[in-house]
């Protein structure tokens, strides 16, 4: 069967697996009703369902945010504040930048989704910050600091980068990137229903979607995989190069995309090339040493990553320390940029992956 026909088969096999997810996350973690009242559901539309294909080099024109985003004075105790005498259950603060194809993403496809607008507006207040931005922000600690520096200790190497905040200013999620409307919809309900107060979001993720219950698919074959076993152990003897694990799964329609147009450009696997690389099935109980010399398998592992969405990529260098990792959707350019960082051994100069793009003129 030729790729694109190939491509067009997984897409429609993956959005069925949606929908079917959707409805069992509604009968097995009880999503909150409210989401799905009279007038807020919506049908998938093609947007919804085809999200991995887009063009993620920098912007030609700068992003607006949606009228409906908080007009704020970056006080984050403030908003937390009005939060709270408003009955809401959080704030969100909303890291991006200005000509950022996947904040573009967010905002023309999960935020033109009525029930997830709907949604987010009566629980949550959103709270923009631009991550080059110079304006000075309180965050919920009183600590005063620019948008840029807070943008920086948070960590937020992904845009669009939203951090959950509860009534109490506790750190509820955090999602780095962009992830597709199934998943952003869970991530609401997630905190909303509180069950971030006695669970992982990847636990959350598990137990609601039943898709994942499935016999493991075949996973994409690349010539620069290792072949099993899977001794990673670094802690002992360092490795003479980083190395990178792909955390994938079967009927995976993202990691279709993955292996069919990022991974076939010259410029990405050329790269790949020169780093140590492995693939698990996230769901699969094959043996594993971790790099830090743990014995267990890659189910668990990723579990104990805090995985929750595939394909992701995670990057450990010589010694067996995480770099950095890809855990929400990616193209082309942000996947060259990461691989750049990483084979150019950037991590050793500056451990901020923004900084290093910011030193390095990316």
Partial sequence: MARTQ???????????????AAVATLLTIGISTT???????RAATPAETDVYGFDDFP???????PDWFKKSFLDLQEDLDEVTAKGKTGLIVYFG???????????EVNFELTDIVTYTRRNFDIVPIDIWGIDEVTDVRGEVLTEREFSLRENTNFTPSLIFYDQDGRIALRLRGYYPPYTFRAALEYVVDGFHRREPFNDYLERGDSTRTFEPGDLNEEDFFTEPP?????????????????FEQGECHACDVLHTQPLREPAISR?????????LDIWSDTPVITPDGRRTTARQWAKDLGLFYAPAIVFFDEKGAEIIRVDSVVRFYRLRNVLNYVTSKGYLTDPNYQRWRVTSGL
């Fill in 271 to 279: 790269q790949f090339q020169h780093l140590d690389n492995i693939q």
């Fill in 59 to 65: 912007l030609k024109e700068p992003l607006e945010y």
């Fill in 35 to 41: 989401l799905f009242a009279a007038g807020d559901a």
């Fill in 97 to 107: 930048q200005k000509r950022c194809a996947y904040c573009r993403m967010l905002m």
């Fill in 6 to 20: 190939l491509l067009t088969h997984t897409r429609l096999y993956s959005a069925c697996l949606s929908a079917f």
């Fill in 230 to 246: 899977y001794m990673l152990d670094r802690s002992r003897l360092p490795g003479e190069r980083p190395m990178a694990v792909f």
